[in-house]
């Protein structure tokens, strides 16, 4: 093979690498409609799956999204009370006041599903006739006394011997807490508890109750305020 054979085969496979290089090529897909289907996002550390909204009113529009695989075979569905309100994976929507049950449905083209589960509570709605509003929300506790505060002066309205109630929305949390107490926690503890620090209160169904009875009355008259206090709840309301 003489030389100018050798530089006219040298440039022709030159040529042909410079093509296969710079070839297209297709993107790699594990994705196939036989896969179960699952629901990455939100993603619940606690593994319940469970999915916990709290609306401020019915003009409120839950407003949220889900991740899905495999995404390009599943349709998402959104039931609430058992009737399909919405298909896709983002929802945008308002709901009557009230708590109301929530199941998001994840099926394939092949009919394979894994669903989730969770609430939406309303706030704002008509009030119940046979309770008295102190304290109005929501706000999720995180060891802050001046969170959830009801002044001796709102209390006054509240006869001694009355049952008092707080709603509460579990949220994600490394652990539940709550604890009713005064402004002055921080510096005497012992001293000014209504009710003692209650933990393990993800176990416990809202709303927690107790009794404003003469020592509750004298703390929060000499302290000034009633304060609620913890952490990995949100409070909703605080009625009698």
Not at 30 to 53: H, M, R
Not at 65 to 81: A, F, I, K, L
Not at 166 to 187: K, L, N, Q
């Amino acid at each position: 093979m003489n030389a100018l054979n050798k530089i006219v085969l040298g440039t022709l496979f030159l040529c042909t690498l410079s093509m296969v290089s710079c070839e297209k090529k297709a993107p790699f897909d594990t994705q196939s409609p036989d896969d179960a289907p699952l629901i990455l996002k939100p993603y619940n550390e606690s593994g319940t799956g469970s999915f916990t909204y709290t609306l401020a009113n019915d003009s409120t529009p839950l407003i949220d999204s889900v991740v899905v695989t495999p995404s390009r075979y599943t349709t998402v569905n959104w039931y609430v009370d058992d009737s399909l309100v919405h298909t896709g994976t983002k929802i945008n929507m308002c709901f009557a006041a009230g708590k109301h049950t929530l199941l998001i449905e994840a099926v394939t083209t092949v009919g394979k599903q894994t669903t989730r589960t969770g609430t939406i509570t309303v706030l704002g709605g008509a009030p119940d006739p046979s309770e008295n509003i102190l304290w109005t929300g929501p706000v999720t506790l995180d060891w802050d006394a001046e969170l959830v505060k009801v002044t001796a002066a709102e209390l006054a309205a509240v006869p001694v011997g009355t049952t008092i109630s707080v709603h509460f929305t579990v949220v994600e949390a490394e652990y539940h807490a709550m604890r009713i107490t005064t402004p002055w926690w921080g510096d005497t503890p012992a001293d000014d508890d209504l009710v003692p620090q209650v933990d393990g209160m993800d176990s416990r169904t809202s709303p927690f109750t107790f009794v404003y009875d003469d020592h509750c009355k004298a703390l929060v008259d000499e302290r000034g305020a009633m304060s609620v206090v913890g952490f990995g709840l949100q409070i909703d309301k605080i009625t009698y």
